[in-house]
Nanobody, 121 residues
Framework: QVQLVESGGGLVQPGGSLRLSCAASGSISSINTMAWYRQAPGKERELVATITNDGNTNYADSVKGRFTISRDNAKNTVYLQMNSLKPDDTAVYYC???????????????WGRGTQVTVSS
């Protein structure tokens, strides 16, 4: 079992920045990838970014150049630095951990409860 706790969400003006954190605990060795997803009201959950155990990252086209996913292995924490935020970035952001090979997820996946990000003037 892996437990994930997100933090760092809040209200920010367009063009502003936030850094989300996801603290992982439990059987961390059972996963090889951590990811950030988001879900806006009335919309489907979408993948924002992934980072593998070896540091490989991928981003949704909508956030490339603005968001950066990173890890601090000593703290068992993954971050999402969000810059140049837009109103369309408003969503609940969820941390996810699982086993990813290529573009496919395998086995058990773990989710945090989410943290709200609101981009509004």
């Amino acid at each position: 079992q892996v437990q994930l706790v997100e933090s760092g969400g809040g209200l920010v003006q367009p063009g502003g920045s936030l850094r989300l954190s996801c603290a992982a605990s439990g059987s961390i060795s059972s996963i090889n990838t951590m990811a950030w997803y988001r879900q806006a009201p009335g919309k489907e959950r979408e993948l924002v970014a992934t980072i593998t155990n070896d540091g490989n990252t991928n981003y949704a086209d909508s956030v490339k150049g603005r968001f950066t996913i990173s890890r601090d292995n000593a703290k068992n924490t993954v971050y999402l630095q969000m810059n140049s935020l837009k109103p369309d970035d408003t969503a609940v952001y969820y941390c996810n951990a699982g086993i990813l090979y290529g573009v496919a997820w395998y086995g058990q996946r773990y989710w945090g409860r989410g943290t709200q990000v609101t981009v509004s003037s």
